[in-house]
């Protein structure tokens, strides 16, 4: 009876294997870059996979095999990669990984045939399958890495991204998703994204929205392309240094940027807001599209940076935020654009409490991990160090409103490393007014403090003859 089975099997195995031929279909061709590759046993489907030679795939892809008669298994390697397949066994080791096979290695003939798409995969080729000329294209060298690979993919719009042979590596869900993220957080250009929408499928593949059609994308694309250039050449001026150059484009962003504010509180803030496309295109965003807008304009001058991803702290209200770290002088500075836009609106008003500070300061009222990115301490660029705007006591903040008042500015701003509410009050205005070198005085003006950074700033001075 076991002889009976035996002899069965074999002719039902060969009857599955060459019923292809058998039904005049065209024999399936495998090609390895470009050049097709030739057996000494013709490819067949089993099971719905392509099987084919164990010495003549393995060979033709640069790896080692061995082929242990005893526990009739067979071993390939290349490189860093180990492959391990059990005759008519479905379970399979890829780098010390098991991995359940749709079809196991089997011995046909005499010749041991292995399933084509694991082999090549799990030596990190890229395999796909063309039906209508019953062909198998394999790629080599398609993963320099994760990160390349979803790059790649995001370039080129594809609706889905291939990642298995990293998640066989031993990439996680979160790992694939992390690449991902960063990614479009880190790449103005990338406005075109849909994270909401986006989805990580178990067997190793991104599924990716788009927020339009190639053509409707690329279209959109140019036209950011020629407003960033647009921008730079209309407010960087010969012989800027980065410093210069850095101001002048946090310049631009807040005085051509309307906080999203309605949509913040209703909780529908529409992707737009979040891209460089929404702010310097449309002119209105929140943090994630005020970050990327001035890293995009940042690149476009040369001058070095990268988004922060983190928590904020407004007013007891922690949410998640984005701002800048910039490279200025040999330097790293912390700096957040998106707070330094008055909110309402402010008609052409600048802060300036968030431009190029140190870790320390910001720590006040923002969250990051610190091991992420290169440590801020300077304060060279800071805008208040760098103009001689600092005061560590009353007698100097005094002395340098009074210089301010002199020149008959409308906005004075004034870091006080010192700040206390009893100390720093309206009143010096009054003090200000007194003083009898002045022939005018100011009539109106606005008061605010931000007691986090120490800031305080008087704007919209109007100035009338002395009384």
């Known amino acids: 009876m076991k002889r009976f089975i035996s002899v069965f099997t074999a002719v039902f195995l060969a009857a599955t294997l060459f019923s292809s031929s058998a039904l005049g279909q065209e024999p399936v061709k495998v090609v390895l870059n470009g050049e097709n590759l030739s057996f000494d046993v013709p490819p067949v489907i089993m099971d719905n996979r392509t099987m084919v030679p164990m010495r003549g795939i393995f060979e033709a892809m640069g790896a080692k095999v061995n082929w242990d008669q005893g526990t009739r298994t067979v071993t390939g390697t290349k490189g860093g990669s180990?492959?391990?397949?059990?005759?008519?066994?479905?379970?399979?080791?890829?780098?010390?990984?098991?991995?359940?096979?749709?079809?196991?290695?089997?011995?046909?003939?005499?010749?041991?045939?292995v399933p084509l798409r694991f082999i090549s995969e799990s030596l990190g080729a890229l395999v796909d399958w063309d039906q209508a000329s019953r062909t198998v294209r394999i790629s080599t060298a398609v993963y320099g890495s994760l990160y390349d690979t979803v790059k790649e993919g995001l370039?080129?719009?594809?609706?889905?991204?291939?990642?298995?042979?990293?998640?066989?590596?031993?990439?996680?869900?979160?790992?694939?998703?992390?690449?991902?993220?960063?990614?479009?957080?880190?790449?103005?250009?990338?406005?075109?994204?849909?994270?909401?929408?986006?989805?990580?499928?178990?067997?190793?593949?991104?599924?990716?929205?788009?927020?339009?059609?190639?053509?409707a994308v690329r279209a959109m694309k140019n036209s950011l392309k020629e407003k960033v250039e647009q921008v730079v050449g209309s407010v960087i001026k010969p012989g800027m240094d980065d410093y210069e150059k850095e101001l002048a484009?946090?310049?631009?962003?807040?005085?051509?940027?309307?906080?999203?504010?309605?949509?913040?509180?209703?909780?529908?803030?529409?992707?737009?807001?979040?891209?460089?496309?929404?702010?310097?295109?449309?002119?209105?965003?929140?943090?994630?599209?005020?970050?990327?807008?001035?890293?995009?304009?940042?690149?476009?001058?040369?001058?070095?940076?990268?988004?922060?991803?983190?928590?904020?702290?407004?007013?007891?209200?922690?949410?998640?935020?984005?701002?800048?770290?910039?490279?200025?002088?040999?330097?790293?500075?912390?700096?957040?654009?998106?707070?330094?836009?008055?909110?309402?609106?402010?008609?052409?008003?600048?802060?300036?409490?968030?431009?190029?500070?140190?870790?320390?300061?910001?720590?006040?009222?923002?969250r990051w991990e610190k091991d992420q990115y290169p440590a801020c301490s300077s304060t060279k660029y800071n805008y208040f160090y760098k103009n001689s705007l600092v005061a560590n006591s009353y007698s100097e903040f005094y002395f340098l409103l009074l210089k301010a008042v002199r020149a008959?500015?409308?906005?004075?701003?004034?870091?006080?490393?010192?700040?206390?509410?009893?100390?720093?009050t309206s009143d010096v205005l009054q003090q200000v007014d007194n003083d009898p070198t002045l022939e005018f005085y100011a009539k109106s003006c606005y008061w605010g403090v931000d007691k986090d950074m120490g800031i305080i700033?008087?704007?919209?001075?109007?100035?009338?003859?002395?009384?």
């Not at 070095?304 to 209200?317: K, P, R």
């Not at 700033?457 to 009384?467: D, F, N, Q, S, V």
């Open 408 to 424: 008959r500015q409308t906005d004075i701003f004034v870091k006080v490393n010192n700040y206390s509410d009893s100390v720093y």
């Open 155 to 215: 370039e080129e719009m594809k609706n889905t991204i291939d990642v298995s042979y990293f998640v066989r590596k031993g990439a996680s869900k979160d790992e694939v998703e992390s690449v991902l993220y960063s990614l479009v957080e880190q790449t103005p250009d990338y406005f075109y994204v849909s994270l909401g929408e986006s989805k990580y499928r178990p067997e190793g593949v991104l599924e990716i929205s788009y927020t339009g059609s190639k053509d």
């Open 457 to 467: 700033e008087i704007t919209g001075i109007e100035y009338m003859p002395a009384r």
């Open 82 to 113: 180990t492959v391990i397949l059990k005759i008519d066994s479905k379970d399979a080791l890829a780098d010390n990984r098991h991995i359940a096979l749709d079809a196991a290695a089997v011995i046909v003939d005499g010749r041991t045939l």
């Open 249 to 366: 484009l946090h310049e631009y962003i807040v005085t051509h940027t309307r906080y999203d504010e309605e949509n913040v509180k209703n909780n529908t803030i529409p992707q737009e807001s979040t891209t460089a496309y929404g702010v310097l295109m449309k002119g209105t965003g929140v943090c994630g599209g005020y970050s990327k807008a001035m890293k995009m304009l940042l690149d476009q001058v040369g001058i070095e940076s990268m988004i922060i991803v983190g928590d904020a702290d407004s007013g007891g209200n922690v949410e998640k935020h984005a701002w800048n770290l910039v490279k200025i002088g040999g330097e790293y500075y912390q700096l957040d654009v998106t707070w330094d836009d008055p909110v309402p609106d402010g008609n052409g008003r600048v802060h300036y409490a968030y431009f190029n500070v140190t870790d320390e300061q910001i720590s006040a009222t923002h």
